[in-house]
């Protein structure tokens, strides 16, 4: 699950990082009034669309505004900015061209920034620890510096049985260039974001940037000035208050339906559905439908212990994108006992009145049991031998040749 920007900055607050005061609006007279203050005061704000994606500085709207964030101290231009955006359908390299409809922009006083800088923390599967990751380079995307300049990306591992130690924070800090003073206040942010990461249970916390800022008083510190946090789906029951910041409007309508019923489903753009057992199973068999020149419509996992419901619920779904000409149906009955498939399979199809081609591939525990089940049923399906064997019939279903 991710959430916007103003409520990672919430999060962070919490655990002591130091954020920008902003105020979330969905009307345009809420940024004004928003604004009119800080601006009387000589000030200028940052008007911030609240979306799901990243590079919504660089983005821009389909009206043809260009920005989606903007630095601005002209009440008339603050207007013009908070019409454009709100309602608005904002394109990023992380929307896609379809982009998202802004419904929430985060108004703050704008900071002098100093110096940028790139923080994270995230699982290094590798390895089975947490990492921070740290760059002086940011403010731009971290895969430019990954790729270019990999020496410039600071990393400390922590060791999960104590967590992370002073020097660690302090030590990543002076590598990143702080000095004097600016150290502790650098290591007093990376701490918290870390504390953000463990006590959320989060998969991923990103701030970038960091920044070197200058205060209204002139005092200098480190300020997280943007952050995008993402979490771990299976530890979210021990979090309420994290769930209840879930914006559904961010998310796909299949998808939401899918997680009602505990089904693991991303939309894709190709017309071969796939249902399947297991995430790397179903990794496997949209590589192999491509392989054979088919297109995967979707990823479809519905787990190790799937119900007869989640398989019909799962069929809906997929019904549900009129992009589908044909389903892969590739079961490997290990938890999985392929006769709850087959059951689920034929009562999907009669409830649904599937009339397109479908392919099933069954194996494992009580597959046997599962094909009688298939074969008494009078369906009109494809049976399928093997993996290979199952993506050459969809394909050829579908386009009328075989690789």
């Given at each position: 699950m991710n959430i916007h920007e103003y409520q990672g900055k919430e999060l962070l607050g919490k655990f002591g990082v130091p954020v920008p005061k902003g105020t979330i609006c969905t009307k345009p007279e809420e940024v004004l009034n928003a604004a009119k203050p800080i601006v009387a005061a000589g000030g200028k704000v940052v008007i911030k669309s609240q979306i799901h994606a990243g590079g919504r500085g660089k983005g821009?709207?389909?009206?043809?505004?260009?920005?989606?964030?903007?630095?601005?101290?002209?009440?008339?231009?603050?207007?013009?900015?908070?019409?454009a955006m709100l309602g608005g359908v904002l394109v990023t390299k992380q929307t896609g061209p379809e982009g998202k409809e802004v419904?929430?922009?985060?108004?703050?006083?704008?900071?002098?920034?100093?110096?940028?800088?790139?923080?994270?923390?995230?699982?290094?599967?590798?390895?089975?620890?947490?990492?921070?990751?740290?760059?002086?380079?940011?403010?731009?995307?971290?895969?430019?510096?990954?790729?270019?300049?990999?020496?410039?990306i600071l990393k400390e591992v922590i060791d999960p049985a104590v967590g992370l130690y002073g020097y660690q924070a302090r030590k990543m800090a002076s590598a990143l260039g702080f000095k004097g003073e600016l150290v502790a206040a650098a290591a007093k942010v990376i701490t918290g974001v870390y504390r953000t990461w463990w006590e959320c249970d989060a998969s991923m916390v990103e701030i970038n940037p960091m920044a070197h800022v200058r205060l209204a008083d002139g005092k200098e510190t480190v300020y997280a000035i943007d952050a995008k946090i993402g979490f771990d789906d299976n530890a979210l029951y021990r979090h309420p208050e994290i769930q209840a910041m879930r914006d559904l409007s961010e998310e796909a309508p299949l998808e939401i339906e899918a997680s009602k019923f505990n089904l693991n489903y991303i939309k894709l753009d190709g017309n071969i559905a796939c249902l399947v057992n297991g995430a790397?199973?179903?990794?496997s068999t949209m590589d192999i439908i491509q392989h054979y020149g088919g297109s995967p419509a979707n990823f479809l996992d519905v787990g190790g212990g799937a119900s007869k419901e989640q398989v019909t619920a799962a069929f809906r779904i997929i019904l549900s994108d009129p992009n589908v000409k044909a389903i892969l149906v590739n079961i490997f009955g290990g938890i999985m006992q392929c006769d709850i498939i087959a059951s689920g399979i034929v009562a999907a199809v009669q409830e649904t009145g599937l009339k397109l081609p479908l392919v099933v591939r069954l194996e494992g525990n009580n597959v046997e049991i599962g094909k009688k089940i298939?074969?008494?049923?009078?369906?009109?399906?494809?049976?399928?031998?093997?993996?290979?064997?199952?993506?050459?019939?969809?394909?050829?279903?579908?386009?009328?040749?075989?690789?």
């Amino acid at each position: 699950m991710n959430i916007h920007e103003y409520q990672g900055k919430e999060l962070l607050g919490k655990f002591g990082v130091p954020v920008p005061k902003g105020t979330i609006c969905t009307k345009p007279e809420e940024v004004l009034n928003a604004a009119k203050p800080i601006v009387a005061a000589g000030g200028k704000v940052v008007i911030k669309s609240q979306i799901h994606a990243g590079g919504r500085g660089k983005g821009a709207f389909k009206s043809g505004y260009q920005g989606g964030v903007k630095v601005l101290g002209d009440i008339q231009k603050i207007e013009e900015a908070a019409r454009a955006m709100l309602g608005g359908v904002l394109v990023t390299k992380q929307t896609g061209p379809e982009g998202k409809e802004v419904q929430k922009v985060l108004v703050e006083p704008a900071t002098e920034l100093l110096k940028e800088y790139y923080l994270a923390v995230l699982l290094d599967r590798a390895i089975s620890k947490p990492i921070i990751m740290a760059s002086a380079e940011g403010g731009m995307d971290i895969e430019e510096v990954a790729e270019h300049s990999p020496e410039k990306i600071l990393k400390e591992v922590i060791d999960p049985a104590v967590g992370l130690y002073g020097y660690q924070a302090r030590k990543m800090a002076s590598a990143l260039g702080f000095k004097g003073e600016l150290v502790a206040a650098a290591a007093k942010v990376i701490t918290g974001v870390y504390r953000t990461w463990w006590e959320c249970d989060a998969s991923m916390v990103e701030i970038n940037p960091m920044a070197h800022v200058r205060l209204a008083d002139g005092k200098e510190t480190v300020y997280a000035i943007d952050a995008k946090i993402g979490f771990d789906d299976n530890a979210l029951y021990r979090h309420p208050e994290i769930q209840a910041m879930r914006d559904l409007s961010e998310e796909a309508p299949l998808e939401i339906e899918a997680s009602k019923f505990n089904l693991n489903y991303i939309k894709l753009d190709g017309n071969i559905a796939c249902l399947v057992n297991g995430a790397g199973l179903a990794m496997s068999t949209m590589d192999i439908i491509q392989h054979y020149g088919g297109s995967p419509a979707n990823f479809l996992d519905v787990g190790g212990g799937a119900s007869k419901e989640q398989v019909t619920a799962a069929f809906r779904i997929i019904l549900s994108d009129p992009n589908v000409k044909a389903i892969l149906v590739n079961i490997f009955g290990g938890i999985m006992q392929c006769d709850i498939i087959a059951s689920g399979i034929v009562a999907a199809v009669q409830e649904t009145g599937l009339k397109l081609p479908l392919v099933v591939r069954l194996e494992g525990n009580n597959v046997e049991i599962g094909k009688k089940i298939l074969r008494e049923s009078g369906l009109n399906l494809i049976s399928a031998d093997s993996m290979a064997d199952g993506a050459q019939k969809v394909v050829k279903s579908v386009t009328g040749q075989g690789k």
